[in-house]
């Protein structure tokens, strides 16, 4: 059974830092492309990066480039999302999302599981 | 950006009944990439749909879409009462991936 279980999230204040992981089981971690999607009752859905399964190829929405870094640790099963310089408007809650096939691409992705997300509030 | 667009915001129906959700994009949506996603209260997306007519594993087969270029369609033959909830639409062909605002189903 595929489980993602995303931790990490919290209060940050504006301008701080912020690491979301994502730990995930039950399935071979390092053959998938993996994402990070956050919702927020004012925008809905909004896909934030994605990251192949090797981890050499990444992408971001432009909302975070430059701010944000997905990366990736195959030998422990971990996804990660490092945020820094956070604005109010980050506020949100943030899935780790699996994409559908083995090998797939990270560009063109579709989310097959996606964990139950955990809440970041950037606010003073 | 391909943004998408769905209609109706909500929908009213009772169960049994037939529910088509449709989802437009400002642009082509390249190989028809494009996946639709279920979404109850307090829980994760749970996907249905991928290349517009391909259903995800273990997704019944009441459950279809269809479409190409920048119109396409979910549609819900009977509705059973596990069946109210929001419903989005995903385009993936190019960056950034975008979602619709989504469509609520809900208990008339």
């Known amino acids: 059974e595929v489980q993602l279980l995303e931790s990490g999230g919290g209060l940050v204040q504006p301008g701080g830092s912020l690491r979301v992981s994502c730990a995930a089981s039950?399935?071979?971690?390092?053959?998938?492309?993996m994402s990070w999607v956050r919702q927020t009752p004012g925008k809905g859905l909004e896909w934030v990066s994605s990251?192949?399964?090797?981890?050499?190829?990444?992408y971001y929405a432009d909302s975070v480039k430059g701010r944000f870094t997905i990366s990736r640790d195959n030998s422990k099963n971990t996804l990660f999302l490092q945020m820094n310089s956070l604005r109010a408007e980050d506020t949100a809650v943030y899935y780790c999302?699996?994409?559908?096939?083995?090998?797939?691409?990270?560009?063109?992705?579709?989310?097959?599981?996606w964990g139950q997300g955990t809440l970041v509030t950037v606010s003073s | 950006e391909i943004v998408l667009t769905q209609s109706p915001d909500t929908l009213s129906l009772s169960p049994g009944e037939r529910a088509t959700l449709s989802c437009r994009a400002s642009q082509s949506v390249s190989s028809s990439y494009l996946a639709w996603y279920q979404q109850k209260p307090g829980q994760a997306p749970r996907l249905l749909i991928y290349g517009a007519s391909s259903r995800a594993t273990g997704i019944p087969d009441r459950f279809s879409g269809s479409g190409s270029g920048t119109d396409f369609t979910l549609t819900i033959t009977r509705l059973e009462p596990e069946d109210f909830a929001v419903y989005y639409c995903q385009q993936y062909g190019s960056s950034p991936l975008t979602f619709g605002q989504g469509t609520k189903v809900e208990i008339k």
């Open positions: 990251i192949s399964g090797t981890g050499s190829s990444t």
């Open positions: 039950g399935f071979t971690f390092s053959s998938y492309a």
């Open positions: 999302a699996k994409g559908e096939r083995p090998g797939g691409s990270a560009y063109h992705v579709v989310f097959e599981y």
